[in-house]
Structures are given as structure tokens and as C-alpha cells.
């Protein structure tokens, strides 16, 4: 008697379990499904496999735009930079301080046309490594308001913690890059925004 009521109690509970566990595959099955659907292929950026977003034509054609320009731009003054005269450039502190001005541009608009690029193969208007390179930008502006007023012969009319003709920042450099630290964040929020907005899709 017992031993029925055992083996009955037995049979209802893994009647139970069997058919939880199918529902439990098929939502999973159908998940993978509309995920495999969804998804078009598109590289992954950042070790992310998210869901695209469908970009405008005419966004796709400023992007495009941008992307062969700043590429453009790019080689030009990377050429330039490489061919500078340096023993003229050290030697002189005019010129070395529009050489590192010039190079600053440069490693900047070296970062946004990475950023443009990380845009187009994601398909993603924001990416990790988007913000990534945002924080990039700002760290390098930064850094750059310290060091050129190490450079002699350097003037800057917006003088930072100054004693004298001597200054610790340039504000023409500092201001815009906490500027592009603010403006990295919101990426970054952007980004953690997005990925939340595709979960909750």
C-alpha cells in the first residue's frame, strides 16, 4: 500500500518535472530562435553579440562620408608628421610647439575615425568601444594641456593654477578635454542604456 502510494506520488512528480523542463526548452529553443533571426551577421565589436540597429540610408551616407574623409585626413598628416624635419623641430620652439599642436589634431582625429569605423562594423550607434575611445580623446587633451606649457616659449592666454609667465594647464586644452571626458560617459550610458533597451525588447 505504501509502496503504491510511493511509486503514484513518484509518477505525478516526474510528470510534473518532465513537462517543466519541455516548456523550460522551449522557451529557451524559441529565444535562440529569435536571437538567430534577428541577428544579421555583423561583426562582433568588443566581444558583444547584440542586437543591430537599423541605420538610416542618409546616416549611412554621413557615416561613410566621414569615415573617407577622417581616413583621408589621417594618412595626410600622418605622412607629414613622419617626413617633419626633427632636428629643426627640436631645435626651435616655435616649431615644436606647432608640430605638437599639429600631432595632437592628429592622434585626435586618429581616435574619431576609429570610433566612426567601430560604428559601421557594429551597426551600433553606441559600443563599448565607442565610449572607449571617447575616454581616449579626453585623457589625450588632457594630457596635452600639461605639457605644453612645459614647452619653452609656449604662451597660452588662458592660464590654469599660474604663477607668473609658468602655468600647471592651458584652459584652451583643459575645459574641452573634461568636455570630451563628460561627453565619453554619456556614451557610456548610451551604451548600458541600450543593451538594457534590447533586453527589455
Known amino acids: 500500500m505504501v509502496t503504491e502510494k510511493f511509486l503514484e506520488w513518484f509518477d505525478r512528480g516526474w510528470d510534473k518535472w518532465e513537462l517543466w523542463y519541455k516548456r523550460k526548452k522551449e522557451v529557451k529553443e524559441r529565444k535562440r530562435e529569435e536571437k538567430e533571426e534577428f541577428y544579421d551577421g555583423s561583426p562582433v565589436i568588443g566581444g558583444e553579440k547584440d542586437r543591430p540597429v537599423r541605420l538610416s540610408v542618409g546616416f549611412k551616407i554621413l557615416l561613410g562620408t566621414a569615415i573617407f574623409l577622417s581616413g583621408f585626413l589621417v594618412s595626410t598628416y600622418l605622412q607629414r608628421m613622419l617626413s617633419a624635419p626633427w ?40 559600443n563599448s568601444v565607442l565610449y572607449g575611445f571617447g575616454v581616449a580623446v579626453g585623457i589625450v587633451i588632457l594630457v596635452a594641456s600639461f605639457l605644453f606649457p ?36 554619456l556614451l557610456r550610458y548610451g551604451y548600458k542604456y541600450q543593451n538594457n533597451s534590447d533586453m527589455t525588447v
Do not use: H
Not at 615644436?96 to 574619431?112: G, H, P
Not at 560604428?119 to 551600433?124: E, F, G, Q
Open 87 to 126: 632636428s629643426e623641430i627640436f631645435g626651435d620652439s616655435e616649431m615644436l610647439v606647432e608640430y605638437s599642436q599639429k600631432l595632437l589634431y592628429c592622434i585626435i582625429l586618429s581616435l574619431c575615425f576609429l570610433m566612426l569605423v567601430s560604428i559601421a562594423i557594429s551597426k551600433r550607434p553606441f
Open 150 to 185: 612645459r614647452i619653452d616659449g609656449y604662451y597660452t592666454n588662458f592660464r590654469i593654477l599660474s604663477k607668473g609667465y609658468r602655468c600647471v594647464f592651458d584652459g584652451n586644452y583643459f575645459i574641452p578635454g573634461l568636455l570630451a571626458l563628460v561627453m565619453a560617459l
